[in-house]
């Protein structure tokens, strides 16, 4: 199986403290990995040196063959990599549909085109249909702000779908969601999985994780400490003295 992300030996120094020690690890393509770890083992410090939102101090990122270590954000985005973060990013004053209208278009051209743009009934139709999908269509006239937090999260997801994302990164895509909410996030990921989607996802509640995931990178104090299939990580004495203590 081909792997669409290849991360090699990153490391990121804060000072004297080292937040991602060296870590290795891959995501095939059309998997869904996940990447766990208690808090402050630095998941989302390696989601921030993948994506250029922080510059690595060492080691080397692949997208599809391609070393991308040191892009910056936007670089990485237009070339495949959609990402969310533990904060929903939205226009809050805006409504549904106009979030996911000026999702697409930051994502083409510059901003002198995007301000003269007269047709956007092609970005409005892709909109629609995938807030369809979401199941969140009949809030496309409300404003962001006004939607729950759990159908924010699946707004924010909707607007990293605008760009067809070759690799979706979610970071915490359950967190402060209601089972009801997060049930349905899940089948969605799963859904979108089945179509080709490949995915990086950081998640903190097991029973998601061991639901969702094909394979999990675990990591704490910024090392890699396992690697395998959900069933075998669960039984990791390594991984459980993380969680745990001992």
């Known amino acids: 199986m081909t792997n669409i992300l290849e991360v090699k030996g990153l490391r990121k120094k804060f000072y004297q403290l080292e937040a991602v020690a060296g870590v290795d690890f891959e995501v095939r393509e059309g998997e869904i990995l996940g990447l766990i770890g208690p808090n402050g083992s630095g998941k989302t410090t390696l989601f921030d040196c993948i994506t250029g939102v922080q510059r690595p101090t060492s080691g080397d990122v692949y997208f599809m063959g391609r070393r991308i270590t040191r ?9 495949g990599i959609g990402r969310t973060f533990q904060l929903v ?9 106009d979030n996911m209208v000026m999702a697409i278009q930051e994502s083409e051209g510059t901003l002198l085109t ?42 924010d997801l909707g607007m990293v779908l605008m760009s067809d994302p070759k690799l ?13 909410l997060g049930k349905e996030i899940g089948e969605r ?19 998601v994780v061991m639901n969702l ?18 069933e075998e990580i669960q039984n990791d004495e390594q ?5 745990f203590g001992g």
Not at 71 to 79: C, D, E, G
Not at 120 to 143: G, Q, T, V
Not at 171 to 178: F, K, Q, R, S, T
Not at 189 to 207: D, K, W
């Open 114 to 155: 995007r301000l003269f743009r007269l047709d956007e009934s092609a970005d409005i139709e892709k909109a629609i249909a995938l807030l369809e999908f979401l199941n969140i269509i009949h809030l496309k006239d409300e404003y962001a702000k006004n939607l729950s937090y759990g159908q924010q999260k699946l707004l």
């Open 213 to 230: 995931c094909q394979r999990l990178v675990v990591l704490d104090e910024g090392k890699k400490i396992a690697e395998g299939a959900p």
């Open 189 to 207: 990921l799963i859904e979108l999985n089945e179509r080709g989607c490949s995915f990086l996802v950081i998640e903190h509640n097991m029973r």
């Open 71 to 79: 892009f910056k954000p936007h670089s990485a985005y237009k070339l």
């Open 89 to 97: 990013q939205l226009f809050p004053g805006m409504t549904v549909l």
């Open 168 to 180: 979706i990164m979610l970071d915490e895509p359950m967190a402060g969601v209601n089972a009801t």
């Open 239 to 243: 991984v459980l003295a993380a969680y």
